[in-house]
């Protein structure tokens, strides 16, 4: 995937914004990993174990997911399946520590991931499924 992942691209967007010299911030590197600790990350589905470590060694002060890993493999979403929970509680030595607060709106995140697998599962709002009823179309 290259690093474009959204947990990946959201921390090096930030960094990008933080260090930019012409930016509004102008921060050095060392000035922005302080600033990373200020910062909460949000994402709509548990990260991935890289992610999750990623997250840690920013070190943002707080992590935030809607679903699940464990949602999302029982829908059919293929996964390794160590939790971002795992990942956090074998980070202790990290000199930061980071809140992770799983779960928050799952209600809202899980049908976004939840019709990719059950044709019988409405799509998402905006969409309608194809003749063939395998995917969903944009209206």
Request: hydrophobic share 35%; net charge negative; aromatic share 10%.
């Amino acid at each position: 995937m290259g690093g474009n992942i959204g947990e990946i691209a959201a921390i090096k967007n930030c960094t990008a914004i933080l260090t930019d010299p012409h930016g509004k911030y102008r921060m050095t590197a060392a000035e922005a990993q302080v600033a990373f600790t200020d910062l909460t990350l949000y994402t709509n589905a548990e990260s991935c174990p890289m992610c999750a470590s990623a997250i840690r060694w920013a070190g943002f002060r707080e992590y935030v997911y809607g679903t699940s890993i464990d949602t999302l493999i029982q829908k059919g979403w293929g996964q390794i399946r160590i939790s971002s929970m795992d990942i956090f509680e074998a980070s202790y030595d990290l000199p930061s520590q980071s809140r992770l607060m799983g779960g928050i709106l799952a209600n809202e995140t899980d049908p976004y991931f939840l019709w990719q697998y059950d044709p019988s599962y409405p799509c998402p709002s905006g969409c309608s499924r194809t003749k063939s009823g395998s995917s969903c179309t944009s209206s």
